[in-house]
Nanobody, 125 residues
Framework: QGQLVELGGGLVQPGGSLKLSCTTI????????FGWFRQAPGKEREAVSC????????YYVDSVKGRFTISRDSVGNTVDLEMNNLTHEDTAVYSC??????????????????WGRGTQVTVSS
């Protein structure tokens, strides 16, 4: 069974940028979709973005379109999330996941069986 390890969280001011990285260990990455999810205090976990490793096809939820960019790095086998123009509403624990759905129907992204432990992103002045 593979492992996912998130890095890159931290404290950033509103309007700032942060890059998260998810190291994939033990996955034949070409076979999987990978997703980023987040959970804010007192709220349910929500999808953020996903990518099909083989095709590079990406999807985003509306709240992050134009601000966040998901990508994959074949050298380090990482799935990265570049986040720009961050707001207080982006404060959450961000987790990466593998082997679930990645389509234009966000409601179907609820079937990821493999998860990392998450990394905290705090947007505050």
């Amino acid at each position: 069974q593979g492992q996912l390890v998130e890095l890159g969280g931290g404290l950033v001011q509103p309007g700032g940028s942060l890059k998260l990285s998810c190291t994939t260990i033990g996955f034949s990455v070409d076979m999987y979709n990978f997703g980023w999810f987040r959970q804010a205090p007192g709220k349910e976990r929500e999808a953020v973005s996903c990518i099909n490793w083989k095709t590079g096809r990406t999807y985003y939820v509306d709240s992050v379109k134009g601000r966040f960019t998901i990508s994959r790095d074949s050298v380090g086998n990482t799935v990265d999330l570049e986040m720009n123009n961050l707001t207080h509403e982006d404060t959450a624990v961000y987790s990466c996941a593998a082997d679930g759905s990645c389509t234009d129907d966000v409601s179907r992204w609820d079937d990821y069986p493999y998860w990392g432990r998450g990394t905290q992103v705090t947007v505050s002045s």
